[in-house]
């Protein structure tokens, strides 16, 4: 299982660091992606990380306020997000899928996932 934590009520330019934990499997054999919905939209990829922490990918609108990294001895998974903005509203959702991962089609959302975690609220005020 996977279990995304770290949301909460945020003022704009705030950040947050959102983590994703897992329990029965160990992360070192996928690779991850974060990614975020409000109600009546599609789910939107926001970042995705290699097995190996060697390749990274951004949704354009993210590029240069989040950052993706992890932390394989712990089974953890991290986003942190600076420079929030109200249009960051969404429930996160982070995802793991064995094996060779590209970033970029992860986050165009092209592989079907092997785990999704619940989803932690994070809410930016203006």
């Known amino acids: 299982q996977l279990q995304a934590s770290g949301g909460g009520l945020v003022q704009a330019g705030e950040s947050l660091r959102l983590s994703c934990a897992t329990s029965?499997?160990?992360?070192?054999?996928?690779?991850i992606g974060w990614f975020r919905q409000v109600p009546r939209k599609e789910r939107e990829g926001i970042s995705c990380i290699s097995v190996s922490e060697g390749s990274t990918s951004y949704a354009d609108s993210m590029k240069g306020r989040f950052t993706i990294s992890r932390n394989n001895a712990k089974n953890t998974v991290y986003l942190q997000m600076n420079s929030l903005k109200p249009e960051d509203t969404a429930v996160y959702y982070c995802?793991?899928?064995?094996?060779?991962?590209?970033?970029?089609?992860?986050?165009?959302?092209?592989?079907?996932?092997?785990?999704w975690g619940k989803g932690t609220q994070v809410t930016v005020s203006s």
């Open positions: 029965g499997f160990t992360l070192n054999y996928y690779g």
């Open positions: 995802a793991a899928v064995r094996g060779t991962v590209i970033p970029d089609r992860c986050v165009r959302g092209d592989y079907d996932m092997d785990y």
